[in-house]
């Protein structure tokens, strides 16, 4: 093993872990904005105002087309099949057990904060679509796709050879993951908060678990052969 390696084994999982805890800061500054309606929180009802204000009809398709993508029933479906494919590609259980575990952890993750938060969402004249009476912090649309995109991206991306592939695999979990959480303060079911804070649990648990994954050397390092 090279100098460059061993410095690179040792930066990877620090990295991590300063995500993860500078991810868990934010979390909890977040949650008490929620609570407290203070500090970010104090701009979510103007923003949830202007939002309403640029509602077009192809801009409505295109949000209940994203928070589809977010739904549980089909994060769960997207889940196993993507868990299935990974093992019959892989030949291993590591990565479908991973991805498995990382959706297990976020759902744990949203009903936990949101038992605890117990944040009251927008009003129903703000929503477009059926009312859900569910607490609003985090949103778990945002928090399970981002993980889910995440962890895809996070897999493809140490099993490819292809570099570009790599960066545009990246790049469309970023976008989806973003137009996701957009689309549920777009269509009145989130403040902006609880959108952001399913980012930031997200990535906080993201890098919580490639890091450990790290450390027990679960990651795939073999490309995949064609």
């Known amino acids: 093993m090279t100098k460059d390696e061993v410095r690179i084994g040792y930066a990877v999982p620090l990295l991590g872990a300063a995500v993860t805890a500078i991810g868990a800061l934010g979390t909890i500054a977040l949650a008490d904005s929620a609570t407290e309606a203070d500090g970010l929180a104090s701009f979510d009802p103007e923003l949830t105002r202007e939002v309403v204000g640029i509602r077009t009809a192809p801009l409505t398709e295109l949000a209940r087309a994203l928070t589809f ?3 549980v029933p089909v994060l769960v479906v997207l ?3 993507a868990a299935a494919l990974a093992y019959r590609w892989t030949k291993s259980w590591r990565s479908a057990a991973l991805l498995l575990f990382a959706m297990a952890g976020s759902a744990a993750l949203t ?3 949101k ?5 009251q969402r927008p009003g129903i004249t703000y929503v477009l679509g059926a009312v859900d009476n569910g607490f609003a912090f985090p949103s778990g ?3 399970n796709s981002t993980v889910f995109l995440g962890m895809l ?6 099993r490819s050879p292809f570099a570009t592939a790599r960066v545009v695999v990246a790049v469309t979990a970023a976008l989806l993951s ?3 959480g957009l689309s549920r303060l777009y269509l009145g079911y989130h403040w902006a908060t609880d959108v952001l804070a399913g ?3 997200a990535v906080t648990w993201l890098a919580l678990v490639g890091t450990a994954a790290r450390l027990l050397k679960w990651l795939p390092r073999a490309p995949l052969t064609e």
């Open 69 to 71: 993508i977010g739904d």
């Open 79 to 81: 889940t196993l099949v």
């Open 111 to 113: 009903f936990g904060l």
């Open 115 to 119: 038992a605890v938060v117990e944040r």
């Open 141 to 143: 649309h945002t928090l």
């Open 153 to 158: 991206a996070g897999l493809l991306w140490v």
């Open 178 to 180: 973003f137009g996701i």
């Open 199 to 201: 980012w930031t649990i």
